[in-house]
């Protein structure tokens, strides 16, 4: 259960004084609650944190007041003169005007188009109302049109000097934010201490209770800042609960026993000896550990990391051929389509050779066809099925799946992890995942942090270095002849267009119109691939580039993950200052496959930014994936890369900041020692931390709490 000091902080929203039905629903929109789109509660919204702030704290007296500056003050409402009430949507072109005077003079509030009902009971004659506005010269006179603020001496007891900015949605307007703040911000608990005392009086760091209550109600400006010591404190609080129960789930799974999985080598043989290549050390040296996790009584869960096209489909395939020894069934996990099929192509013939009968599940199989295969993998009659999302379904059924691979982990999230796992029986099954982005080491803590991890730093032998060469799109005619020559000697090219977003539709014109252009110059023969298409025209597209009938692909991102051609040799990326490094860094490793000295021209239209021009030189200077991702974590200042985009699930809330490096890494020190002395959360710090839990929803770790 959840703590009873927390719960009023996950009441819904609309407990709230004025927030109905229809506000709900837009901050139902507005807030971005990590996981689809949820009722917001009061909790959510206090992790919805103001951009700005408005200066509020200029006090002057009437006399004082100067045109063009903000100003608060107090006043008595003395006369109304204005057009009268000409019914509802009915409005007078005469502006209305509200005459207020201090001890030092007088002023008018100006409105345009409002019902004169509305002031009359805002603003009756006689009252002081507090007043927060821009004044204007009109005419010689000051005045103050369509004040930001009248409020009432109550109201104005409880508004902050420096105003909160929040942002905001279409029918949401920053008044009723402000309002549902002010209720909440008093109901924001006073928690026991989870941070190490020492820890924080070296951070200077608040409590929470003071930490979030400053946010909302700042008393500086630097107070909203992504770098103050609030905001630093909330960070590392949510770094730290998540690094904790990631741990806590890490220890549990290790507490429970996995399978025991040795085989005898007699498929994995047959594989080696059907294999044009040997392995290299690398993929040994991930060999042995991956088996020697199947072969011990623990369970595995093992990240394997490679970068593009070290070889890590066919340890995939050893490693299930172990599993596939012993008479277990595998499940093998790509994130799309593409993929999937891929996959499958690239592994027939070995499986084949070697006994394997393989499977394939995704969107595409339906009726007839997709009950055949679920009827043969509840039989037995399928060692290994290979699919996409489609292999959560809750009608897949396997005889006795033991072992489950996961390509490309990032977009997958841990809870699908865990939905495969479940098809696996009482016994679970051991989790090989694989990813081929290389993951910066303070990631690996907060996204990763439950596994181990192995490796593939060597690429097979052969492989030749790309060259990489960055050139402005203006000329376009100078690629358009060396592409022509190299289609000449028989090469092959991608041709990269990315999509572009416009507002809710995606726009594929870029793709098309590029396409038509290279047509005109190489011939009808020119391939277009993208996400809108049906899967089966997909298939065949890539079908026919990866036998050579076509020889430029004009592609979206689809062909971003994995696909593997080996005598594609060019790879040209237009808009390239619109790609993130990594992205760049997997588009590349499309080629360098195969036979011939390849190429990857880095289109760009200018001016370039700043940050566009860094991104372009290092993918000028190295191919190594792992310094990539590396700079590319500071490029990016570490906040956008741990959103929802990179790390499947794991949607921060609060820890996007500057340094969150920095905190991770400490959040990872203290786990450690945190679970070196308290094991079981017991001690007073114990229990205030499984409160941090609670507070930051880590329901993997909460699981285990319930659980006893
Ligand atoms: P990725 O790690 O990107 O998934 P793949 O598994 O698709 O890489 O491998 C890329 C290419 O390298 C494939 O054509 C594969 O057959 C080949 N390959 C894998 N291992 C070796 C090796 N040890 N020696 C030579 N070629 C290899
Ligand atoms: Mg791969």
Redesign the pocket.
Known sequence: MRPTILQPLFTDVDTLKGIGPRLKTLLTKLIDRPGELKDPRKIDLLWHFPTGVVDRRNRPKIKDLKSGELATFDATVIAHKGPKFKGKGKFSKAPYRIKLEDSTGEIDLVFFRIDPRYLERQMPVGEIRYISGRPELYADYLQISHPDHMLTKEEFDTFPNLEPVYPLTQGLTGKTLQKAMSQLIPSIPNLPEWQDPEWLKKQRWPTFHDALTTLHRPEEIEDIKADSLGRQRLAYDELLAKQLSLALVRRQLRAKKGRVIKGNGSIRNKIIEA??????GS?EMALGEIFADMASDNRMLRLLQ???????????LMTAAAAIEEGHQVALMAPTEVLAR?HIE?LEELADKAGIRLGILTGREKGKVRKQILLALEEGLIDCLIGTHALFQSDVHFKNLAFAII?EQHRFGVEQRLALQAKAGPKGAELLV?T?TPIPRTLLMTNYGDMDVSK?TE?????KPVTSRVIPVDRLEEVMIGLKRAIQEGAQAYWVCPLVETSDKIELAAAEERHAYLKQHFGDNIGLIHGQMKGEEKDKVMAQFSNGAIPILVATTVIEV?V?V?NASIMVIEHSERFGLSQLHQLR?RVG??ERQSSCIFLYTSPLGATAKSRLKIMRETEDGFIIAEEDLKLRGGGEMLGRRQSGERDFRVANVPNQQELITAANDDVKLILHNDPDLTSERGKALRKLIYLFECDEAIKLFRAG
């Open positions: 294999l044009p290549f040997a392995l290299t993929q490679g970068d593009v096209g070290s070889g890590k489909t066919i340890v995939a891929q690239s390509d694989m081929a593939l690429k097979p032998a052969g492989r994995g593997n080996p490793g496959r195969g």
